[in-house]
C-alpha cells in the first residue's frame, strides 16, 4: 500500500488549518502516523487520494448505516438541489421530516431541527433550563455531547464539588454549574442530586455510550434514572445523537424501554448531511421560541438539501425493520470472530457490544464506565490500528471510540475483516 498524497495533502494542510485537520480525533494522535485524505467513498469502501480501499466500519462516526454514497439518498440530493439550497423560509419537507421523527422517536412531541448534535445538545440544556428555571446539570464522566462549553467539564475532586474546564476557555462560571458523575453508577446520581437538592435543571447522558468507547447500561440503570428524575423534577435527557435510528429505529429508548423528556440527535438524521435536532415532551419543547422565551435558531437550519438527505434515510429505515436484525447480524458475526480469534492468544482484552457498535478494549477489566475503560492499552490498541489499516480496515483512530457498522457489509467482506484482524493480533502479540 503506497501512501503519498495523504502524507503531502497533510503537511500542506498544518500550514492553513490548525493541526491539518477540521476536527481533532481525525488528525490520528492517538493511534500515531498521520491521517489518510479520503477522495470517495462507496458501499463498503472508502478510497483515499493514493486510491487505496479501506472496508468501512466507522461510515463517518455513524451516519452511513446503509453504507456510502446510497443511490437513493443521492437522488433525493441531487432533485433538492435543481429547487436550490437554501431559502431561510419554511418548507413542506421541514413539516415530514418532523412528522416522521415524532413517529418513530418515543419520547419526542414536538422537534426543532439544527446544524449538527453540538447544537442539539446546547439547545437541549438552554431548554430544560428555561423549563425547570434551575442552572446546574449532571453529565457523565466520558461522555460526549459535542463541544459547547458547559460539556467540556472534567470531574472535580470530590463527587459532590463542582466540574471544572476541561479546555482552555471554558471559564470557572460555566463549569460551576456542570456536575459530573460516573456512568452505571445510580448512588452516584442520589448523592449529587441531595447535595443540590432543588438546584438541577436536566441530566444528560448518552444513554449507550459510544464515546468512551462502547460501554452497556447495566440492567435496570436507565430505569433508575428515570426514577430519580422523576421525583426530583429533573428533565432527563437522551443524548441519542449516536444511537438514534442506529440501536433500533427509535433509539436506545425503543430498545430499553425507558422513555426520557428530551432526546438529542445527529448523524444518522441528517443522511450525510450536517443535520441535528432536539425534541420531547409538547409541555417542554413549548418552550422554545417563537412558541415559548427560550431563544434558539438557526440560518440554515432545516436546509432543503439536508432535509431530502434525512427525510430518505428516515423514511427508509422506517419502512425496513430487516435493517435492523441484518445489523444485528453483521455485529454478531464481526464480534463472534473477533472474540474467537483472541482466545487462548494470552493478550489482555474485552469486548462490548451492541447490535451494529462494538468496541475491543485492550484490558482485562470489564468495561463499565470512564474509569475501567482507561485501564485499556492505549499503545497496544494504536498498533492494532495501524496494521489493520495497513490490510485496508479503516478503524475509528482512538481506542475510545465505538466502531459503526453498515448494512453495505457483506458476508465475503466480514470474512476480510476477520482476516485482517487475525493478522493485526497475532503481530501486536509479538
Ligand atoms: C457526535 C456526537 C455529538 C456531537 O455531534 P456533532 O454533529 O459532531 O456536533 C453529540 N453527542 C453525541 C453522543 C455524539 O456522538
Given at each position: 500500500m503506497q501512501i503519498t498524497q495523504s502524507k503531502d495533502l497533510f503537511n500542506k494542510a498544518k500550514n492553513f488549518i490548525p493541526g491539518g485537520v477540521n476536527s481533532p480525533v481525525r488528525a490520528f494522535r492517538a493511534v500515531g502516523g498521520d491521517p489518510i485524505f479520503i477522495k470517495k467513498a462507496d458501499g463498503a469502501f472508502i478510497y483515499?487520494?493514493?486510491?487505496?480501499?479501506?472496508?468501512?466500519?466507522?461510515?463517518?462516526?455513524?451516519?452511513?448505516?446503509?453504507?456510502?454514497?446510497?443511490?437513493?439518498?443521492?437522488?433525493?440530493?441531487?432533485?433538492?438541489?435543481?429547487n436550490g439550497t437554501s431559502f431561510g423560509a419554511p418548507t413542506a419537507r421541514e413539516v415530514e421530516i418532523a412528522e416522521l421523527i415524532v413517529a418513530m422517536v418515543p419520547s419526542v412531541e414536538k422537534v426543532r431541527m439544527v446544524n449538527s448534535g453540538t447544537e442539539a445538545t446546547m439547545s437541549a440544556i438552554r431548554v430544560a433550563r428555561g423549563f425547570t428555571g434551575r442552572d446546574k446539570f449532571i453529565k457523565m464522566e466520558g461522555h460526549y455531547h459535542g463541544h459547547g462549553d458547559s460539556f467540556l467539564i472534567s470531574a472535580g475532586s470530590g463527587a459532590i464539588t463542582m466540574g471544572n474546564p476541561d479546555s482552555p476557555g471554558v471559564t470557572k462560571g460555566t463549569a460551576k454549574?456542570?456536575?459530573?458523575?460516573?456512568?452505571?453508577?445510580?448512588?452516584?446520581?442520589?448523592?449529587?442530586?441531595?447535595?443540590?437538592?432543588?438546584?438541577?435543571?436536566?441530566?444528560?447522558?448518552?444513554?449507550?455510550?459510544?464515546?468512551?468507547?462502547?460501554?452497556?447500561?447495566?440492567?435496570?440503570?436507565?430505569?433508575?434514572?428515570?426514577?430519580?428524575?422523576?421525583?426530583?423534577?429533573?428533565?432527563?435527557?437522551?443524548?441519542?445523537?449516536?444511537?438514534?435510528?442506529?440501536?433500533?429505529?427509535?433509539?436506545?429508548?425503543?430498545?430499553?424501554?425507558?422513555?426520557?423528556?428530551?432526546?438529542?440527535?445527529?448523524?444518522?438524521?441528517?443522511?450525510?448531511?450536517?443535520?441535528?435536532?432536539?425534541?420531547?415532551?409538547?409541555?417542554?419543547?413549548?418552550?422554545?421560541?417563537?412558541?415559548?422565551?427560550?431563544?434558539?435558531?438557526?440560518?440554515?437550519?432545516?436546509?432543503?438539501?439536508?432535509?431530502?438527505?434525512?427525510?430518505?434515510?428516515?423514511?427508509?429505515?422506517?419502512?425496513?425493520?430487516?435493517?435492523?436484525?441484518?445489523?444485528?447480524?453483521?455485529?454478531?458475526?464481526?464480534?463472534?470472530?473477533?472474540?474467537?480469534?483472541?482466545?487462548?492468544?494470552?493478550?489482555?482484552?474485552?469486548?462490548?457490544?451492541?447490535?451494529s457498535m462494538y468496541s475491543l478494549f485492550f484490558t482485562n477489566s470489564k468495561v463499565t464506565d470512564f474509569a475501567s475503560a482507561k485501564h485499556s492499552d492505549t499503545a497496544l490498541f494504536g498498533k492494532y490500528f495501524q496494521s489493520m489499516l495497513r490490510q485496508g480496515v479503516y478503524l475509528a483512530p482512538s481506542q475510545f471510540e465505538s466502531l459503526f457498522l453498515s448494512t453495505a457489509l457483506s458476508d465475503q467482506l466480514i470474512g476480510k475483516i476477520l482476516e485482517a484482524n487475525n493478522v493485526a493480533l497475532k503481530e501486536i502479540h509479538q
Open positions: 483515499d487520494e493514493d486510491d487505496n480501499a479501506y472496508i468501512e466500519l466507522i461510515n463517518s462516526w455513524g451516519p452511513m448505516i446503509l453504507g456510502h454514497n446510497h443511490p437513493m439518498i443521492r437522488e433525493a440530493v441531487i432533485k433538492a438541489m435543481e454549574d456542570t456536575l459530573l458523575a460516573p456512568y452505571n453508577d445510580l448512588e452516584a446520581i442520589e448523592t449529587l442530586v441531595e447535595a443540590n437538592k432543588g438546584e438541577i435543571a436536566a441530566l444528560i447522558l448518552e444513554p449507550v455510550p459510544g464515546n468512551m468507547g462502547l460501554v452497556i447500561p447495566k440492567e435496570g440503570y436507565l430505569q433508575g434514572l428515570r426514577d430519580i428524575c422523576d421525583r426530583e423534577g429533573i428533565v432527563l435527557i437522551f443524548d441519542e445523537v449516536m444511537t438514534g435510528f442506529r440501536l433500533s429505529k427509535g433509539g436506545a429508548q425503543e430498545l430499553f424501554g425507558v422513555t426520557p423528556d428530551m432526546t438529542t440527535l445527529g448523524k444518522i438524521i441528517g443522511g450525510g448531511m450536517p443535520v441535528g435536532a432536539y425534541g420531547g415532551k409538547k409541555e417542554i419543547m413549548e418552550f422554545v421560541s417563537p412558541a415559548g422565551p427560550v431563544y434558539q435558531a438557526g440560518t440554515l437550519s432545516g436546509n432543503p438539501i439536508a432535509m431530502a438527505a434525512g427525510l430518505t434515510m428516515l423514511n427508509y429505515l422506517n419502512d425496513h425493520d430487516e435493517v435492523y436484525t441484518q445489523l444485528n447480524q453483521i455485529g454478531g458475526k464481526i464480534v463472534a470472530g473477533i472474540r474467537s480469534s483472541l482466545e487462548g492468544l494470552g493478550l489482555d482484552y474485552t469486548v462490548n457490544h451492541l447490535g
